[in-house]
């Protein structure tokens, strides 16, 4: 139905920046909201950021100011801009999309962000 890959992960030393994607197998159109999320080692999976169809964006307080979700709807990709990187980002990131016509959430399978002290 929806596929999302996920992109863009490694390992950074702390103040680095690294840009995420998150590619979908359909029209992003179709798909909102789009959201990142994050699960480090012994946590809950937790919300980072979310971008609507119509281009309105959220993000969790603990990144603000140094994270920026878009989208690039020609591409069919969302991107997650991360930047002032510190060592407590480090987790999977994850890319959530709510499909219009199936009425359901879809995940990627995640990709690994390290970030060195």
């Known amino acids: 139905q929806v596929q999302l890959v996920e992109s863009g992960g490694g390992l950074v030393q702390a103040g680095g920046s690294l840009r995420l994607s998150c590619v979908a197998s359909i029209s992003i159109l179709g798909l909102n909201p789009i959201g990142w999320y994050r699960q480090a080692p012994g946590k809950q999976r937790e919300w980072v950021a979310a971008?609507?169809?119509?281009?309105?964006?959220n993000s969790a307080d603990s990144v603000k100011g140094r994270f920026t979700i878009s989208r690039d709807n020609a591409k069919n990709t969302v991107y997650l801009q991360m930047n002032t990187l510190k060592p407590e980002d480090t987790a999977v990131y994850y890319c959530?999309?709510?499909?219009?016509?199936?009425?359901?959430?879809?995940w990627g399978q995640g990709t690994q962000v390290t970030v060195s002290p």
């Open positions: 959530k999309a709510f499909s219009l016509a199936w009425k359901r959430d879809y």
């Open positions: 971008i609507t169809v119509g281009g309105i964006t």
